[in-house]
């Protein structure tokens, strides 16, 4: 940096968006970047904005150095191999990180700027969706540089007035939202990690089995229940993939939690894939109490309710493995 933090400039790069790639360990990677600034906003299941403005003299760094420094943190104490973007503005931050490789740090300073987004394409920009994409590429405005040189009346009259004008301005890098900060909403997760490279789809759901009944049954103690889950599927050369499916209703119940872990699973279509670790992660929990269940008529649903509390007891008096759902696969390494 030409002043070194002592001297920020307005336009100097001071935000981090930073893409953690371990959704299960979220919390304790969000923990980081509050160790640097207070001024984190969660972004579940596994990215953060940071504004770190006002840690820069601090720290005695600058944006990107400290953006080194908390991936260095992340490998180390978790193994989190993040991405981050730098910039002086949360749009263009967030745009930085996902145009750079992945486990990088990708940095735009503000004279870069307009030549960074004039080469972006214009599904790249923050806030545009394929349905928006779709409509501006019909118009021949295929491009964020496009999009910045089409007079405004015309996007407004494309997109409506208010959204002509808001994509306008970030087309041109302007973006005056602040980083605010937020708490993730509470979440629980559970993992396993293979001794060797899984490629067997039934020992895996086994594993899913044992992963959803973990879940449930720390639910199911705390009186929680959870609105989503989200799976994560780690493979041979490091990388993962992961999905969100939102439930049908709240639930702690081992059944309902592991055929939406099944489904995740199975949509992946993971026959030749080498599985390293699979990791469950409860989301948006809530108390159970505040959380309406629909009414069932099926009996044997409650049969199975009555089963999974007489289970539950039997596990609090003689340990975690005292009753288990037929099928599962105990964890056999950490």
Do not use: W
């Amino acid at each position: 940096m030409n002043d070194g933090p002592e001297h920020h400039a307005p336009g100097e790069p001071h935000v981090l968006y930073v893409h953690f790639g371990a959704p299960e360990r979220y919390d304790a990677l969000l923990a980081l970047l509050t160790d640097i600034t207070p001024l984190v906003q969660a972004l579940p299941p596994d990215a953060a904005l940071a504004d770190v403005r006002g840690a820069l003299r601090y720290f005695g760094r600058d944006a990107a150095e400290l953006a080194r420094l908390v991936r260095l943190r992340a490998l180390a104490l978790y193994g989190a191999d993040c991405t981050v973007g730098v910039a002086a503005s949360p749009l263009l931050a967030r745009m930085a990180a996902q145009a750079g490789e992945p486990g990088q740090i990708r940095v735009v300073r503000p004279e870069e700027a307009a030549d960074f987004l004039d080469r972006r394409p214009v599904a790249a920009l923050h806030g545009v969706g394929p349905a928006t994409a779709r409509t501006l590429c019909a118009y021949g405005l295929d491009s964020v540089g496009r999009l910045a040189a089409a007079p405004p009346a015309t996007l407004q009259r494309i997109l409506g007035a208010a959204a002509g004008r808001r994509l306008h301005e970030r087309a041109r890098g302007i973006d005056p939202t602040p980083v605010t900060p937020t708490a993730p909403p509470r979440s629980a997760s559970a993992e396993h990690r293979f001794e060797r490279d899984e490629l067997d789809a039934a020992r895996r759901r086994g594993v899913l089995l044992t992963l959803a009944d973990e879940l449930g049954f720390r639910l199911r103690a705390e009186a929680q229940v959870t609105r989503a889950l989200t799976l994560t599927v780690r493979y041979a050369d490091r990388s993962a993939t992961t999905r969100t499916r939102a439930l049908a209703e709240p639930t702690a119940h081992t059944p309902a939690l592991a055929a939406a872990a099944y489904a995740l699973h199975d949509a992946l279509a993971l026959q030749r894939a080498r599985v390293r670790g699979v990791a469950l992660r409860a989301e948006e929990l809530t108390a159970a109490e505040s959380a309406a269940r629909q009414l069932s008529i099926d009996g044997r649903e409650e049969k199975a309710r009555r089963a999974e509390a007489a289970a539950d007891r039997a596990r609090r008096r003689f340990g975690a493995y005292a009753a288990r759902p037929a099928g599962s696969d105990p964890p056999r390494a950490a």
